[in-house]
């Protein structure tokens, strides 16, 4: 998948980021509940009172980003799918709370950064070097957000080339000299990495659903992710239905999302494992960021589906 036009996010227009520069947004996150140490003491009667120290915290989130990209970079960008499901994590800390998560195709970082702040392990993951490089940046430009260094760690995931195992097998068979295996230490898979992820509540992908292939590729990951998973592991995705004209078209359709949901259908049918879910309520999710909603995105929350459930309308 070549491309040489250039791709501006609506988000970043709407935020009148010059396209031609590199920039950073700044964001205030609403408040948390953090709990502290907690004390035993004795009432005047000698019974034993238990304190619990809780306190509110706001934090600022900064986020390096590109004002403008190739089709292949667009991680390098902020997307409305990202925003959604940042509200949605914001706005139910209490479902994340203590969670081990993964976000697949993380781009900027932005939901998984807000993952980090109540999870108790967060991994995000994306596969081109460029915007894995950005990520690392974000990671470190908001390690105030997360407890401590190995609860936030970046890592390479190609959807296209299975899952962590399976590329560390490929990579040990290959033949890269001892050199090129250093350097991809800092975004490789460890043996405790690879143990986590069979651990692994929480699944994110924002915004992820532009390509065919992609498309393909990203549901037989999750599918791989889910089936190794913790059996109550979700995963949460946002989609803006993007709307084009392709030949023989009447009026503008929303074709890679029906091709997503079609390829779903489609798995369960041929009795691979497929997904079922729902769609959740944006009603109900309140905005953290000042930027208008598409009425187009959609939040879905998934399992894997070893049954042949569909999903629900």
Same mark, same amino acid.
């Given at each position: 998948?070549?491309?040489?036009?250039?791709?501006?996010?609506? *988000?970043?227009?709407?935020? $009148?980021?010059?396209?031609?520069?590199?920039?950073?947004?700044?964001?205030?996150?609403?408040?948390?509940?953090?709990?502290?140490?907690?004390?035993?003491?004795?009432?005047?009667?000698?019974?034993? &009172?238990?304190?619990?120290?809780?306190?509110?915290?706001?934090?600022?989130?900064?986020?390096?980003?590109?004002?403008?990209?190739?089709?292949?970079?667009?991680?390098?960008? &902020?997307?409305?799918?990202?925003?959604?499901?940042?509200?949605?994590?914001?706005?139910?800390?209490?479902?994340?709370?203590?969670?081990?998560?993964?976000?697949?195709?993380?781009?900027?970082?932005?939901?998984?950064?807000?993952?980090?702040?109540?999870?108790?392990?967060? %991994?995000?993951?994306?596969?081109?070097?460029?915007?894995?490089?950005?990520?690392?940046? $974000?990671?470190?430009?908001?390690?105030?957000?997360?407890?401590?260094?190995?609860?936030?760690?970046?890592?390479?995931?190609?959807?296209?080339?299975?899952?962590?195992?399976?590329?560390?097998?490929?990579?040990?068979?290959? @033949?890269?000299?001892? /050199?090129?295996?250093?350097?991809? @230490?800092?975004?490789?898979?460890?043996?405790?990495? *690879?143990?986590?992820?069979? /651990?692994?509540?929480?699944?994110?992908?924002?915004?992820?659903?532009?390509?065919?292939?992609?498309?393909?590729? %990203?549901?037989?990951?999750?599918?791989?992710?889910?089936?190794?998973?913790?059996?109550?592991?979700?995963?949460?995705?946002? *989609?803006?239905?993007?709307?084009?004209?392709?030949?023989?078209?009447?009026?503008?359709?929303?074709?890679?999302?029906?091709?997503?949901?079609?390829?779903?259908? /489609?798995?369960?049918?041929?009795?691979?494992?497929?997904?079922?879910?729902?769609?959740? $309520?944006?009603?109900? *999710?309140?905005?953290?960021?000042?930027?208008?909603?598409?009425?187009?995105?959609?939040?879905?929350? %998934?399992?894997?589906?070893?049954?042949?459930?569909?999903?629900?309308?």
């Amino acid at each position: 998948m070549k491309s040489e036009s250039k791709i501006v996010s609506d *988000i970043q227009t709407e935020l $009148n980021l010059v396209p031609e520069s590199q920039g950073e947004l700044s964001f205030l996150l609403p408040d948390i509940v953090v709990c502290g140490t907690d004390s035993v003491s004795q009432d005047a009667d000698g019974d034993l &009172v238990l304190k619990r120290s809780l306190s509110h915290t706001t934090s600022e989130l900064k986020l390096q980003l590109q004002g403008h990209t190739s089709l292949e970079t667009v991680g390098l960008q &902020v997307w409305a799918g990202a925003l959604l499901m940042a509200d949605y994590i914001l706005a139910e800390p209490s479902t994340f709370r203590g969670c081990i998560g993964l976000e697949l195709g993380a781009g900027t970082g932005l939901a998984g950064l807000c993952l980090a702040r109540v999870a108790k392990l967060t %991994f995000l993951t994306d596969a081109d070097t460029a915007v894995l490089q950005q990520l690392q940046a $974000n990671a470190s430009l908001n390690r105030h957000l997360y407890d401590n260094a190995e609860s936030l760690r970046v890592r390479r995931l190609d959807w296209s080339c299975g899952l962590p195992a399976q590329e560390r097998q490929n990579l040990a068979a290959s @033949d890269a000299s001892p /050199q090129q295996h250093r350097n991809g @230490d800092l975004l490789s898979w460890t043996e405790e990495d *690879i143990s986590e992820l069979k /651990q692994v509540q929480v699944l994110l992908a924002a915004d992820v659903i532009y390509d065919v292939d992609l498309t393909e590729a %990203f549901l037989e990951c999750s599918c791989c992710l889910l089936s190794q998973a913790a059996s109550s592991c979700c995963l949460y995705l946002s *989609i803006d239905k993007r709307f084009n004209f392709a030949v023989g078209d009447k009026e503008p359709m929303a074709h890679l999302y029906d091709h997503f949901m079609g390829t779903i259908e /489609q798995r369960r049918r041929l009795g691979q494992a497929s997904l079922h879910g729902r769609r959740l $309520n944006l009603e109900a *999710i309140s905005q953290a960021f000042p930027i208008g909603r598409s009425k187009h995105l959609e939040l879905w929350r %998934f399992q894997l589906d070893h049954s042949g459930s569909h999903i629900a309308p």
